[in-house]
């Protein structure tokens, strides 16, 4: 098994919820940040957050916070973690929104498993591309650091067109694993979905 690390990416606006951060937004009584710490805690060697630091000091996790200008985007998000001093022990990150919290118990070792000689495993859900829930090689370190200062990419699409990358069709489910909450009706929409 690689040496894997998850990085869930909580440096955006939350802008659409109204708080300084949907991580910290509670879901049946608990935040969205400890239900998605908690799915992945069994999956990788260490799960670190890309955000601001001043917000998320005290939910004992290290902290990256983004190396490029505030709210540049995902991509920024794991090119700051790739480059970071203290994890370059790391041989590949796997990501994930800090809005998701019915990622799969088995995301990991699935995209691993998918991997191969690729540079990148991304899942797909009912034909369309999931970029946050993604598996990427150390090496393409560089790739990742272009696309954010040369190119000016805040998302992950162009990358993934533009690397090895292997497709995870994952199945179909009751309830969507990969159900991003960016509004409250999406919150009240994940808290039916609890009772799945």
């Known amino acids: ?9 909580a440096a955006g606006k939350s802008s659409r919820m109204g708080v300084p951060s949907k991580a910290l937004v509670h879901l049946g009584g ?5 239900r998605i710490v908690a799915r992945l805690d069994d999956q990788v060697t260490q799960v670190l957050l890309n955000g601001d630091k001043t917000i998320f000091d005290a939910q004992n996790l290290l902290v990256i916070e983004d ?34 919290p019915f990622l799969p118990l088995d995301l990991v070792s699935v995209l691993v498993a998918a991997l191969g000689q690729s540079d ?6 009912k034909g369309v591309l999931q970029p946050t829930f993604s598996l990427w ?7 990742v650091s272009d696309a954010v200062f040369k190119r000016g990419n805040g998302g992950f699409k162009p990358l993934l067109s533009s690397l090895n990358t ?11 694993p990969f ?8 919150l009240r ?3 039916e979905n609890l009772c799945h």
């Open 166 to 176: 292997a497709v995870v069709d994952w199945p179909e489910q009751a309830v969507n």
């Open 30 to 34: 608990q935040t969205l940040l400890s």
């Open 179 to 186: 159900f991003n909450i960016n509004t409250a009706d999406d």
């Open 137 to 143: 090689r150390k090496q393409v370190a560089k790739n």
């Open 120 to 125: 990148v495993a991304c899942v797909r859900y």
């Open 1 to 9: 098994m690689i040496d894997t690390v998850a990085v869930i990416l």
């Open 67 to 100: 190396k490029t200008a505030a709210f540049s985007g995902p991509l920024a998000g794991l090119h700051s973690a790739m480059s970071d001093p203290s994890l370059q022990w790391v041989e590949s990150f796997v990501i994930v929104p800090c809005d998701g």
């Open 189 to 191: 929409m994940a808290e």
